[in-house]
């Protein structure tokens, strides 16, 4: 802004330099829009000064000598063109440059000062000529065109005063010179009109400085905030990249360390086949349970990252609470039972309307935290009807929470310091990330959760549902164990799968559960050993694919090969490393089931007894 002033001012006092260079952008500006504003007056001003010009010449055609009048005005009309074509010109062709602008802008200033010279001479010329009423109306149009030039020449103050002074000094002279006995008076009534002139003029520059001022404050404020957003942008841009690498790092990770996870899984099982010795099958059974506890701190972790990069679908439908009570009660009384705890379920008569997985994947959180950290007493898992809410509860016997740490708990990797979790091996502690993913399953589903708790007595977990339908009797599947003892003598497995030690832990348990195996490590291998058999001969049970394969490959893509052969009955099983490139569609599809790594011995036996007795 002061490089600005400095430009105007440079303009109204005194030549520019010869070469003088660019002002800043934000200067430029400022003086092109001042120049524009100067500009957009013209067409007003012109026209006053014209109707002004026109006034004066008839008012003082009988009094005012011919060659006066003609003198001044061949002198206004000369002014007065120059002055329109400067208008027509700047209105065609705006300059562009900062010279260019200063240029144009000290010509129309200098129109400005003739033009004042004009006046003023007009007030001294005339005035002794006319009447009464025409001296009244002369001196009312100096003080018109002085108040009219405020809001046009103020901001160009050393401009303002120069063309007040041109206009006014010549009219109080003339007055003051005249011998009517109010002359003198009638002069310093305008000598102080003059003053207020120039006081309102002084103001309104002032005025004029502060919305400058403001207005570059606020350009400025909007360069910041165009910067910060940008800034802004970046950050979330690059969230959103980190987002997705620890997205596909989990995935890539999952499915890697799974892989052996589950191959350690199966040799262990098939050591307990061959070998009956009490301490061996102790060993095995410690195994299984590293591996199935490793298994829950991988699908904590999944769980989060599929919830965090919206992954995670709500699929509400009615449902009765009770078929969720018996799954859980099923998981947890043994855990319960070995620590010395009562289990006990209320109000599974009960129906909600919510997504039946999800609210079984934070019940079980729930349930889990609370025989964790329950040392003696009970856990309580009930379902309450209140108007058109279920308030679904875990209530426990244990330490409870302390205040300050009841909004903590909700955190990823918080645990609450100086309580002491279970022991046994089924219950160590974990990462701290159930309740985390309690939390965010509840609000991604919309159902208000809360916690009260006391010191000393117990904490209890409330999720809030709508109120569902009971289901109609015969749609509902009562949960039960598969037949598990059902036999796999004779019968032919085909085995899918590109990782060697899993493909051949895969054969050992299978042969040792009296089943014959045909193992393949690609889609082509498999598709070329289909067409190779005889359909009369060979007719495979099962199919047991890994998902990923070598080369882009999935094996489902072997499950479609073998069908075309072999009949689109053929039951199958695809076990996959990665919980979060959700399967469950693909599933319904291509008719299979999903097994996530590491895939315990149990629940491979009770999966494959399961799809053989369909």
């Not at 001294?124 to 006319?130: A, D, E, Q, R, S």
């Not at 800034?231 to 990770?253: C, D, I, P, Y």
């Not at 061959?274 to 490793?294: F, G, K, T, W």
Request: glycine share 8%; hydrophobic share 50%; aromatic share 8%.
């Amino acid at each position: 802004m002061a490089a600005a002033r400095l430009a105007v001012g440079m303009a109204a006092t005194g030549p520019a330099p010869a070469a003088s260079p660019d002002l800043p952008l934000d200067s430029f500006l400022l003086l092109r829009d001042q120049v524009r504003g100067t500009f957009a007056f013209n067409r007003t001003s012109l026209a006053g000064h014209f109707v002004g010009a026109l006034v004066i010449e008839l008012m003082f055609a009988d009094t005012a000598p011919s060659m006066l009048r003609l003198g001044w005005g061949v002198l206004f009309a000369l002014v007065w063109l120059v002055r329109v074509g400067l208008a027509v010109r700047f209105g065609r062709n705006e300059p562009h440059v900062t010279a260019g602008l200063l240029r144009r802008l000290r010509v129309w200033q200098a129109g400005v000062l003739a033009a004042g010279a004009l006046w003023g001479a007009a007030a001294w010329l005339f005035y002794g000529y006319g009447g009464a009423a025409s001296q009244v109306a002369l001196v009312l149009v100096v003080y018109t065109f002085c108040v009219a030039s405020v809001p046009i020449l103020a901001p160009q103050f050393a401009l303002f005063v120069v063309f007040v002074l041109l206009v006014f000094v010549p009219a109080i002279a003339a007055v003051a010179a005249e011998q009517a006995s109010l002359s003198w008076q009638l002069a310093i009534v305008m000598a102080v009109a003059m003053g207020m002139i120039m006081v309102l003029g002084r103001n309104y520059r002032e005025s004029f400085d502060s919305n400058v001022e403001l207005k570059l404050r606020t350009e400025a404020l909007a360069v910041q905030l165009r910067a910060e957003k940008g800034l802004a942008e970046e950050a979330r841009r690059q969230a959103e990249v980190a987002n997705r690498a620890k997205t596909q790092f989990f995935t890539a990770a999952s499915h890697d360390l799974r892989q052996p996870l589950h191959a350690m899984g199966l040799f262990a099982e098939a050591l307990r086949q061959r070998v009956h010795e009490p301490e061996v099958a102790q060993l095995v059974n410690s195994i299984n349970e590293s591996v199935d506890a490793l298994e829950g701190l991988f699908s904590e972790l999944l769980d989060i990252t599929r919830i965090d990069s919206g992954g995670v679908e709500v699929n509400p439908e009615s449902f009765e609470v009770g078929d969720i009570f018996r799954k859980l009660r099923l998981h947890f009384e043994p855990a319960a039972f070995e620590k010395g705890l009562g289990l006990r379920f209320r109000g599974s008569r009960h129906a909600a309307l919510a997504d039946p997985l999800l609210v079984e994947r934070i019940l079980r959180n729930l349930v889990s935290n609370a025989i964790r950290y329950t040392c003696d007493g009970s856990v309580l898992v009930s379902a309450r009807r209140r108007g058109e809410r279920i308030s679904l509860q875990v209530w426990d016997s244990g330490p409870g929470i302390r205040e300050e740490e009841r909004a903590r708990v909700f955190e990823e990797f918080y645990q609450v310091p100086g309580t002491a979790a279970a022991t046994t091996s089924e219950q160590k502690k974990g990462l701290g990330l159930g309740l985390a993913i309690v939390k965010r399953l509840a609000a991604l589903m919309g159902a208000p959760l809360a916690l009260r708790s006391e010191m000393g007595h117990g904490s209890v977990f409330t999720l809030e549902l709508p109120v569902g339908r009971v289901p109609r009797a015969g749609v509902r599947s009562v949960p039960g164990k598969a037949p598990i003892g059902i036999t796999l003598e004779g019968r032919l497995i085909v085995v899918v799968e590109d990782e060697p030690a899993v493909r051949e832990g895969l054969e050992v348990l299978l042969r040792s559960w009296g089943a014959t195996i045909e193992a393949f490590e690609s889609v082509a291998a498999t598709a070329a050993w289909a067409e190779a058999s005889d359909c009369a001969l060979v007719k495979p049970a099962l199919v047991i694919a890994d998902y990923r394969l070598q080369q882009g490959e999935t094996g489902v893509a072997a499950i479609t090969a073998l069908r075309s052969r072999f009949g689109i009955a053929l039951p199958a099983i695809v076990v996959t490393g990665s919980s979060m490139t959700g399967h469950d569609k693909e599933a319904l599809e291509h008719d299979f089931h999903l097994l996530i790594k590491p895939v315990l011995p149990n629940k491979l036996r009770a999966m494959i007894a399961f799809k053989l007795s369909k």
